[in-house]
């Protein structure tokens, strides 16, 4: 059944990105629509995309910060065709917000939960690419009481509005999004810990 359903999802994926090379908020509110099953996935693989034209449709050379920059203008047209495929407004109001509400802090909930506190920062700073392991998901979602389609609005608009890193002599604040198995391998976790937090149940 599992290999089935994931044959499905590369299935839809290839589709799309077949149909739309160069996705449009619209492309992704459509589709969304037709596999809802598969829209978290739709949406990133749509985040892909449009940096991967924004990158070939120049023949210059383009610094680390330009790319940056326009992948978080690609999120932010995947968020807005998320609040536009709801239908309703959005309430995301950033992790940070969630974290005072919830009365906690980033450590206390890596104490919590028994992972590194440099991961889940990473995650409330929106420095991690979607997908997030579902661990981590779930933890999360308990610890700020938060359902699934809050956490995800609540990824997308951290991502689309990342926090600076620390400047450099060369040059301004970076943002580095990595993914979330780049995160928690680097993390300085156990081998133990790494392959828990890595491994889906």
């Not at 994926?13 to 619209?26: G, N």
Request: proline share 4%; aromatic share 8%.
């Amino acid at each position: 059944m599992a290999k089935t359903m994931s044959k499905d999802r590369d299935d839809v994926l290839y589709s799309f990105h077949t149909d739309c090379p160069a996705p449009s908020a619209a492309d992704i509110i459509e589709w969304t629509k037709r596999f809802p099953q598969y829209a978290e996935d739709i949406r990133a693989h749509a985040a892909i995309a449009r940096d991967w034209t924004a990158q070939a449709d120049v023949d210059v050379e383009i610094d680390e910060v330009t790319l940056q920059r326009a992948h978080s203008r690609a999120l932010n047209i995947i968020y807005r065709s998320a609040e536009a495929d709801s239908g309703v407004p959005s309430q995301a109001v950033g992790f940070f917000e969630l974290l005072t509400r919830a009365g906690t802090r980033i450590s206390g909930i890596a104490t919590e939960i028994g992972i590194a506190r440099a991961v889940v920062a990473d995650l409330f700073n929106g420095w991690m690419r979607p997908p997030v392991g579902g661990r981590l998901s779930r933890a999360v979602m308990h610890a700020l009481r938060i359902d699934q389609a809050a956490f995800d609005r609540e990824v997308l608009f951290a991502l689309a509005n990342p926090r600076m890193g620390e400047a450099k002599a060369s040059g301004p604040p970076q943002v580095l999004q990595r993914s979330y198995r780049e995160i928690v391998e680097s993390s300085g976790m156990s081998a133990e810990r790494i392959h828990y937090w890595l491994e889906e149940d």
